[in-house]
């Protein structure tokens, strides 16, 4: 469910939004930029789904290894 939102700019940010963004994208804009800093993520749904995608680990674990084999070659 979406809720209106009234908020106040500066009158170049809002000229500045218009012109970049614009007009009818600006609600998505700002969504986007502040949903990381206030919307926790359901990190076990998220991992669980991760792990579903076979390729993904697939690659992962290919990485994992090449980067385990580099290390073991590095001279300390």
Known sequence: MQ???TITVDEKVYT????TI???K???FV???VRPHVVRPNLELAYAQMAKDKKREE???DWAET??????REKR
């Open 22 to 24: 614009g007009p009818r």
């Open 3 to 5: 809720k209106k939102l």
């Open 16 to 19: 500045g939004l218009h012109k």
């Open 26 to 28: 600006i609600s998505k």
């Open 59 to 61: 690659e992962a674990l």
């Open 67 to 72: 980067t385990f084999k580099d290390m073991t």
């Open 31 to 33: 969504e986007e930029l």
